[in-house]
């Protein structure tokens, strides 16, 4: 089925590096349920967003602390009704200018055409595990 999971998912990640959280909110169900792993980076908390308003929150947060923000996954597999990517993210501190890059892998599942939980890692590897893949 997935081509239009992968579509979807790429229409999502689009919305995200331009900042459009409306435009984003679009390809997520209302009940989604984001474990973000840059929040851990930016608060040292596990912090878990739900629904439309959660991610709004999640944006302005970002916005917060956050200059700029971009993610490439160079690697997107479909897996039926679960999307797996991995690729890096960049981002810039709004008070420091410090610029950082680092790994990042998230793992989402959607179910009629939207994405309904999202969990992303800064170790791929533990997104190949969540996904029930082999790290190899």
């Given amino acids: ?10 229409r999502a990640l689009d919305a995200y590096n331009r900042r459009d959280v ?10 989604i349920e984001w474990h973000s792993a840059i929040s851990i980076l930016l608060s040292g908390e596990s912090t878990v967003y739900r629904g439309h308003e959660g991610i709004r929150d999640l944006f302005r947060e970002f916005d917060d602390v956050l200059t700029e923000i971009h993610v490439v996954y160079s690697e997107i597999r479909d897996l039926g009704d679960r999307v797996l990517a991995m690729g ?10 410090v610029e950082t ?36």
């Fill in 1 to 10: 089925m997935s081509q239009e999971h992968v579509e979807s998912f790429k």
């Fill in 88 to 97: 890096h993210i960049w981002t810039r501190g709004r008070d420091s200018g």
């Fill in 101 to 136: 890059e680092s790994r990042i892998a998230l793992v989402s599942d959607i179910s009629n055409g939207k994405t309904t939980w999202i969990h992303s890692y800064l170790d791929p590897h533990e997104a190949l595990e969540a996904a029930g893949l082999s790290a190899e």
């Fill in 22 to 31: 409306e435009a984003m909110a679009r390809e997520l169900d209302p009940e």
